[in-house]
């Protein structure tokens, strides 16, 4: 079973400030891990991704994410926002081709940019 | 540009008509999903079809049913709509094989009065 928690349903940030949102992860086996955007009336889009090798992995948009398996976490950050950056994020976890390649997501973060 | 294809992007319907929901990808993924986004609950999976000539249910399959009509299409059926089931759909797929990410569609908004 899998499962994905993402801490904080909104998180507001001012224009240049650091950009961390939480998710953390359950997964029976090593997880293949997804940070997604998805902005007003569109679908998800990815941003980065870990599935094997280099636990920090880089994405879109001058986002990173970092792969910690003592901590089954995968927080995302940012270090400036900018006013584009506000939209919903989406943490998710797959266990790779098994279980019909399913992905279990978490229930988003909406980031909030001040000017 | 290459991508998943979904059709319509809005919809109303009355309390128990019909629908098909269309979504068509042209990656030559193996695997294709439906889920519905509702306010605070991310994404929750529909149907799921892992492969072409299969179909599973998911984390919220009643009051739908799937086809997967091709390796190209998958279509979501509303047999009687329910206000409940009120939502945005979104239709994705994989190369689940080679572990890469899915690919999103933009959406049906779909109201039911």
């Known amino acids: 079973a899998q499962s994905v928690t993402q801490l904080g349903s909104h998180v507001s940030v001012s224009e240049g400030a650091l950009v961390l949102l939480r998710c953390n992860y359950s997964s029976s086996v090593p997880p293949y891990l997804f940070w997604y955007v998805q902005y007003p009336n569109q679908g998800l889009q990815l941003l980065l991704k870990?599935?094997?090798?280099?636990?920090l992995v880089k994405g879109i948009n001058g986002f990173e994410a970092e792969f910690k398996k003592s901590e089954t976490s995968f927080h995302l950050t940012k270090p400036s926002a900018h006013m584009s950056d506000a939209a919903e994020y989406f943490c998710?976890?797959?266990?790779?081709?098994?279980?019909?390649?399913?992905?279990?997501f978490g229930d988003g973060t909406t980031l909030t940019v001040k000017p | 540009n290459a991508g998943v294809t979904q059709t319509p992007k809005f919809q109303v319907l009355k309390t128990g008509q019909s629908m098909t929901l269309q979504c068509a990808q042209d990656?030559?993924?193996?695997?294709m999903y439906w889920y519905r986004q509702d306010p605070g609950m991310g994404l929750r999976l529909i149907y799921y079809s892992a492969s072409e000539g299969t179909t599973d249910k998911g984390e919220v399959p009643n009051g739908y049913n799937v086809s997967r009509l091709n390796k190209r299409e998958f279509s979501l059926r509303l047999e009687s709509a329910a206000p409940s089931q009120t939502s945005v759909y979104f239709c994705?797929?994989?190369?689940?094989?080679?572990?890469?990410?899915?690919?999103f569609g933009d959406g049906t908004r779909l109201s039911i009065l």
């Open positions: 990656m030559n993924h193996n695997s």
């Open positions: 998710a976890v797959s266990e790779g081709p098994t279980n019909a390649g399913k992905s279990t």
């Open positions: 870990y599935t094997t090798g280099a636990t």
């Open positions: 994705a797929s994989r190369d689940r094989v080679n572990n890469q990410p899915q690919h």
